[in-house]
């Protein structure tokens, strides 16, 4: 059985120690495992009129019964204008927000007139006009489009106050289509192929490698900025690359024997196969790079995300997801050339994921992370947001505990990839494939049999 669990904490006013201004309550409940969602429309007929110009604005709001006998709003239609047979859009919810999982928990809908002013935050409804409500329940709405499913709409204060009230309209339910949520993991499981590449920022800016100051400080006895966030993030990252083998590229350094500065070039010295083996060979390869180039610049992005981009362009059919890790220093020298990249990567396979380190401000990576502004470019909007920015230094652990600070670290990079990932996948269409049986060896087979 699911358990309702329920904490509360008073609250003290700032200034006034010892004075309690108000109590919060906290309410959780365990959430049912249940990966189905469900695709489902609605319209009213023969709504009340609430409008004494024109008529309603009517909009639903479903809410999920809790197991205390409470109710929380799970959904809410967009308004239709000035109708009282409105037929709202269809709307995809997953049946654990909706009755987690419980297919006879009590569903409650409720309909309302939009007024203009009206608050549209959950604790504000009550400022709208209320035209009616009906119950439902999972079970009852998975019979689809059927007499069961017309629903009249009851207004209990109009119904005690009126002995001929008989209802204010009826809400039907249209259609009604189940589908499974489908995870990261399903597709890796289906052998979708994960391609990993770094690309470390080796401007004059981070000093030079042999001075303690230096971001890329070449110690005896500790890893340096650069390294602690290429093992914290790639260690992660390596567990989903099946062949473990990365591409590793370097951008803003002059390079032996003849000095030509390049903003993308292998860290193992061959343009021709610039892999290597797991993250400890990139960590290689980085390190023998400090001692055969030469740091410079300027900062270049778009370089290694166009390098990145065209192999992605190249397996656009849901077999490969390539992510990209570039770690650098400072401000971008090529912000036009980079958001350019970046609007075009976003429509492939694609996710870009940058640490910053050192002491700089990072506002242009902000820019680029996209999170509340997407990014542009030419007039382009990127189709997605692909970009992924984290501060290193909000992550250094002042108490020594490295360990928890890179987990953390690690974390919070890798948080939107498997959101990145599924927009992509879901505006494609492509579906995961079904995991391959298990091996069974030829004589445990036999054995069975």
Known sequence: ???????????????????????????????????ELVLMQFCGNKLDKKDFFGKSDPFLVFYRSNEDGTFTICHKTEVVKNTLNPVWQAFKI???????????????????????????SDSQIASH??????????RELSRGQSQF??????????KAKKKKYLNSGTVTLLSFLVETEVTFLDYLKGGTQINFTVAIDFTASNGHPAQPTSLHYMSPYQLNAYGMALKAVGEIIQDYDTDKMFPALGFGAKLPPDGRVSHEFALNGN???????GIDGVMEAYYQSLKSVQLYGPTNFSPVINHVARYAASVEDGTQ???????????????????????????????IIIVGVGPAEFDAMVELDG???????????????IVQFVPFRDYVDRTGNSVLSMARL????????????????????????????????PGELHTQI
Do not use: H
């Open 94 to 120: 997953p049946v654990r927000a909706l009755c987690n999982g419980d297919y006879d928990r009590t569903i409650k809908v409720e309909v309302y007139d939009w007024e203009r002013g009206g608050r549209s």
């Open 410 to 441: 690690a974390k919070d990079v890798l948080a939107e990839i498997p959101d990145q990932f599924l927009s992509y996948m879901r505006t494609r269409g492509f579906k995961p494939q079904p995991a391959p049986p298990p091996y069974t060896p």
């Open 149 to 158: 499913n017309v629903y009249e709409v009851i207004n209990p204060k109009k």
């Open 271 to 277: 343009p021709q196969n610039p892999y290597c083996a």
């Open 321 to 351: 997801y390539f992510i990209l890790l570039i770690i650098t220093d400072g401000v971008i020298s090529d912000m036009a050339q980079t958001k350019e990249a970046i609007v075009n990567a976003a429509c492939l396979p694609m996710s």
């Open 1 to 35: 059985m699911l358990r309702q669990k329920w904490c509360q904490a008073g609250l003290l006013y700032r200034g006034i120690p010892g004075k309690r201004c108000g109590t919060i309550i906290v309410k959780a409940e365990e959430i049912n495992n249940c990966r």
């Open 371 to 385: 999170d509340e502004v997407r990014i542009t470019s030419r007039g382009r909007r990127a189709e997605r947001d």
């Open 129 to 138: 006009d209320f035209i009616g409500e009906f119950t439902t329940s999972y």
